[in-house]
């Protein structure tokens, strides 16, 4: 995969684009953390990316400001789906409690890598358990053992399906979205396993195991 750095501007607000060139036929286009993301292929030029930018630009500016809004201050995590006050103490051992509101948690380090680490801790506590679920509902039409968990901070994935291997490999960043849509990213990478393309096959199978996964996918990408 190939990745460019570009920049656009949508009434006079500056934004940067990230364009992912892989095997794609079509170009998809999302907002992840006010940036816009092209997903495309090596044949689609610069001025056709941005003909569709400005084509979509008002539906891309709202989910931007939308973002926007709800981008956290330094004492709040988003846990869950949730926002949760987050309350940091200076120390050298990672320490980390959690109450129906608010995480208060000991760490040396600075309010970005903090968070990467209690969303670590959470995400090996709730995922497996996510996964283990997931699986027994995946197997009541299709036979598959317990995949390999991997769990680890990503910064383009939410999850990705190693089929050769027999392994999962989860976004730990997953823990911030609620869990039926942690839930629908699992049931996308279980139906890797006997899907290994996005063909009309694949969805045939995803939407039998998880029925609102187009509501679930919409939800994730406007969150």
């Known amino acids: 995969m190939k990745t460019e750095i570009k920049e656009v501007t949508l009434q006079q607000q500056n934004i940067k684009v990230i364009i992912n060139r892989k095997n794609n036929k079509n170009t998809y286009i999302k907002v992840v953390d006010g940036n816009i993301i092209v997903n495309t292929n090596k044949y689609v030029s610069q001025s056709d990316i ?56 000991t760490s040396k380090y600075d ?37 390999k968990l991997i769990i680890r901070k990503m910064t383009r994935r939410y999850g990705t399906c190693y089929y050769t291997k027999d392994q999962i490999c989860l976004n730990s960043h997953l823990m911030k979205y609620d869990v039926d849509v942690i839930k629908y990213v699992i049931y996308h990478e279980l139906v890797h396993f006997i899907r290994h393309d996005h063909s009309k096959n694949f969805y045939a199978s995803l939407q039998l195991v998880c029925p609102n996964y187009k509501e679930l996918k919409k939800k994730l990408n406007n969150f």
């Not at 969303?119 to 996510?130: C, D, F, H, T």
Request: glycine share 4%.
């Open 50 to 105: 941005e003909r569709l930018i400005h084509q979509n630009q008002h539906k891309i500016l709202k989910i931007i400001n939308k973002q926007m809004g709800q981008k956290l201050n330094s004492n709040q995590i988003r846990y869950l789906g949730k926002i949760y006050q987050l309350v940091l103490t200076s120390g050298n051992k990672l320490e980390i409690q959690k109450t129906s509101n608010a995480f208060y948690v």
């Open 111 to 147: 309010y970005e890598k903090t968070v990467d680490l209690i969303y670590k801790k959470e995400a090996e506590n709730v995922l497996p358990k996510l996964l283990s679920e997931c699986l027994t509902e995946f197997n009541k039409y299709y036979r598959k053992t317990p995949p």
